[in-house]
């Protein structure tokens, strides 16, 4: 039985000067990671989709709007 650590490994970087990796994080950047996230796109996707069936539906059923206030 393997039992599982809670503490995470550290990364140990080559060259801990290099000017790529010192860069602080901006407000830009949280925003860019945070749109670019696959579970948001996937998300927006799938309702986006849905938004096309509600209102594809709306037009060729002339009442689907009593239909679906009845329901």
């Not at 599982?4 to 000017?19: G, N, Q, W, Y």
């Not at 407000?27 to 990671?33: F, T």
């Not at 696959?38 to 689907?64: D, K, Q």
Request: include cysteine; charged fraction near 20%; hydrophobic fraction near 50%.
């Amino acid at each position: 039985m393997k039992y599982s650590t809670f503490s995470r490994e550290r990364l140990i970087l080559a060259d801990p000067m290099d000017a790529r990796l010192c860069r602080k994080a901006t407000a830009w950047d949280h925003i860019v990671a945070a749109l670019t996230d696959p579970e948001l796109i996937a998300l927006t996707v799938f309702c986006a989709l849905g938004l096309a069936v509600t209102v594809g539906l709306c037009f060729l059923i002339p009442s689907f709007g009593e239909i679906v206030t009845s329901l």
